[in-house]
Every structure is written in structure tokens, then in C-alpha cells.
């Protein structure tokens, strides 16, 4: 069967774009609708009710176009509203925490597992309660690194002040012989670099996100709705509640694409 409509991403702003990098490349016959509330960025500092409202509203207006599976790539928008939103739509929601955790599982040897996300992520105990409900046996060391959003929205991901932070904020998983690390927090991948210099190169980083893509793409087989190359007419689309200029700059280099046209929208206040 084809299916002409957009796999709808979600995510508190630039961070989603990890996941639609890993889409663009395993899923080239999709067609992708990306919003980023980055207006309200970030999501991880927020309170779960507040976090379940903006996720309702960035989930309103992708269902306005029509698409056929909503990927929350997200992870603190994940630990808090997947199951609620789940429950109410009628097509495939897809959020991040456990194919990151699956995969974590599957990579470590030593079942000594680091998680780090956004407060709101790591408060939740979403990746400690998912590792452990699989495998009871396994260490799991969670940490919140809330400087890392923000670095990445700014652009200055690249930059020496990221490096130090990075640094600084995993100095205390170090010592705690890990084999394995979650990037439970969609935007860290653009640190990755930075992480893996500080953790080492034997640890294994997961990017859940990109995990994620993997179940996508599963779910497009099962439900039979997947695309065909003959049929993708139409292009992706970017949208933002904040900063388009912000959000190109950072989606043209991290998507190492040309351009990419970013819409700025307002979202309505409306629960579903
Ligand atoms: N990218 C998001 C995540 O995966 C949230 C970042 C934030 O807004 O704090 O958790």
C-alpha cells in the first residue's frame, strides 16, 4: 500500500532534528513534518503538567496536516505524555525512551548503564524504570545535565565553553565503570563528540533517537502504510514557534543540507 502522508516529529526545539537525520537517511521515502516549540525551549526545567500541555498542543497542530504516525522525539516530552497521547490517537505514536533503552541493553556487557537527560526526564525515573522493568539486575547511574540544551539551541555547540561544560557537568559518572551511556535527551547527540571525549572511547553512547527511527521504521512495515519512491511529490516541512533564522542555521548544518525552508507558527492553547 502507498501512503502519501508525513510522519509528523516533535520536539521541545532543535533537538527532534537528531531523529530526522536518522529518518532522512534509513526512511528517504517519507515524507517528514518537523515541529520544534522553541519558543518555550527548554522542556526539561518545566513541570509535567505544563510539559503535557505544550506536547498536546505541538501534537494538535501536526494532526491538522494529516499525518499518519507522530514520532515524540522527545524525551522529556516522552517520560510524561506518550501514554495519554498514545491512548487518544487513533494512529501510531512513537516516543524515544525505549528504543533507547533496548538498544542500551543490547550494547552493554558489564550491565552498568549512565543515563543523562533533562531534569524533567531524569525526575521522571522513565530510562531507570524502563532498564529495570527489563532487566532487573542492571546498575543504572542517572544524571541531569540541564546546560546542555541550551548550549545546543544558541548554536554554540561547537564551541570551548560547550567543551568545558560538558566536561564538568560528567566529571561525577566517571568513576562509576560504566560500559554504556544514554543520550536520554534528543538534543545531546550534537554534543556527542564532546561526550564521548570525556567518557572514553570504550563507552558505548547510545542516541535514543536514532534508535527510534529504527522502531519507525518497523511500524511503517506493520501497519502497511509505508511509502513508495514514486510518490514522495511533496517536501518535508520545518516548522518553529521561535527563531526561524536560529532554527535553519542549526538544522542546515547539522542536516548537512542546503536549505531547508523553516516556517515560524503560533500554537493554540488546546488540550486534546
Ligand atoms: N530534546 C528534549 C529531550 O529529548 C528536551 C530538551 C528540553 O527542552 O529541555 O528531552
Same mark, same amino acid.
Given at each position: 500500500? *502507498?501512503?502519501?502522508e508525513?510522519i509528523?516529529?516533535?520536539?521541545?526545539?532543535?533537538?527532534?532534528?537528531?531523529?530526522?537525520?536518522?529518518?532522512?537517511?534509513?526512511?528517504p521515502?517519507?515524507?517528514?513534518?518537523?515541529?520544534?516549540?522553541t519558543?518555550?525551549?527548554?522542556?526539561?526545567?518545566r513541570p509535567?503538567?505544563?510539559?503535557?500541555q505544550?506536547?498536546?498542543?505541538? &501534537?494538535? %497542530?501536526?494532526?491538522?496536516?494529516?499525518?499518519?504516525?507522530?514520532? +515524540?522525539? @522527545?524525551?522529556?516530552a516522552t517520560?510524561? /505524555?506518550?501514554?495519554?497521547?498514545?491512548?487518544?490517537?487513533?494512529?501510531?505514536?512513537?516516543?524515544?525512551?525505549?528504543?533507547?533503552?533496548?538498544a542500551?541493553?543490547? /550494547?552493554?556487557k558489564?550491565?552498568?548503564?549512565?543515563?543523562?537527560g533533562?531534569?524533567g526526564? +531524569?525526575?521522571?525515573?522513565?530510562?531507570?524504570?524502563?532498564?529495570k522493568?527489563?532487566?532487573?539486575n542492571?546498575f543504572?547511574?542517572?544524571? /541531569? @545535565?540541564?546546560? %546542555?540544551?541550551?548550549?545546543v539551541?544558541s548554536?554554540e555547540?561547537?564551541?570551548?565553553?560547550?567543551?568545558?561544560?560538558?566536561?564538568?557537568?560528567?566529571?561525577?559518572?566517571?568513576?562509576?565503570?560504566?560500559? &554504556?551511556?544514554?543520550?536520554?535527551c534528543t538534543?545531546?547527540?550534537?554534543?556527542?563528540?564532546?561526550?564521548?571525549?570525556?567518557?572514553g572511547n570504550?563507552? *558505548?553512547?547510545?542516541?535514543?533517537?536514532? !534508535?527510534?527511527?529504527s522502531?519507525?521504521?518497523?511500524?511503517l512495515?506493520?501497519?502497511?502504510?509505508?511509502?513508495?519512491?514514486?510518490?514522495?511529490?511533496?517536501?518535508?516541512?520545518?516548522?518553529? &514557534?521561535g527563531?526561524?533564522?536560529m532554527f535553519?542555521?542549526?538544522? *542546515?548544518?547539522?542536516?548537512?543540507?542546503?536549505?531547508?525552508t523553516? !516556517?515560524? +507558527?503560533?500554537?493554540?492553547?488546546?488540550?486534546g
Amino acid at each position: 500500500m *502507498n501512503n502519501h502522508e508525513a510522519i509528523g516529529f516533535i520536539d521541545s526545539g532543535v533537538g527532534g532534528l537528531t531523529v530526522v537525520k536518522e529518518a532522512l537517511r534509513q526512511l528517504p521515502n517519507e515524507r517528514l513534518i518537523y515541529l520544534g516549540d522553541t519558543a518555550r525551549c527548554p522542556y526539561g526545567p518545566r513541570p509535567a503538567e505544563q510539559v503535557v500541555q505544550f506536547t498536546w498542543e505541538m &501534537t494538535n %497542530f501536526l494532526l491538522e496536516k494529516n499525518i499518519k504516525m507522530l514520532v +515524540i522525539a @522527545c524525551n522529556t516530552a516522552t517520560a510524561v /505524555a506518550l501514554e495519554e497521547i498514545k491512548a487518544q490517537l487513533k494512529i501510531p505514536v512513537v516516543g524515544v525512551i525505549l528504543p533507547g533503552t533496548r538498544a542500551a541493553l543490547k /550494547a552493554t556487557k558489564n550491565n552498568r548503564i549512565g543515563v543523562i537527560g533533562t531534569a524533567g526526564t +531524569i525526575k521522571s525515573n522513565a530510562y531507570e524504570d524502563a532498564l529495570k522493568g527489563k532487566a532487573p539486575n542492571t546498575f543504572v547511574s542517572s544524571l /541531569a @545535565c540541564p546546560k %546542555f540544551v541550551p548550549i545546543v539551541e544558541s548554536n554554540e555547540y561547537h564551541s570551548s565553553v560547550a567543551k568545558k561544560i560538558v566536561s564538568e557537568t560528567l566529571n561525577p559518572l566517571q568513576l562509576k565503570k560504566l560500559d &554504556t551511556l544514554i543520550l536520554g535527551c534528543t538534543h545531546y547527540p550534537l554534543l556527542r563528540p564532546l561526550i564521548q571525549n570525556v567518557m572514553g572511547n570504550e563507552v *558505548n553512547l547510545i542516541d535514543s533517537g536514532a !534508535e527510534t527511527v529504527s522502531e519507525v521504521s518497523m511500524l511503517l512495515d506493520y501497519f502497511d502504510i509505508a511509502n513508495s519512491p514514486q510518490h514522495k511529490n511533496e517536501p518535508n516541512e520545518f516548522y518553529t &514557534t521561535g527563531s526561524a533564522k536560529m532554527f535553519q542555521a542549526i538544522a *542546515n548544518n547539522w542536516l548537512d543540507m542546503e536549505t531547508i525552508t523553516v !516556517e515560524q +507558527i503560533r500554537l493554540a492553547s488546546f488540550k486534546g
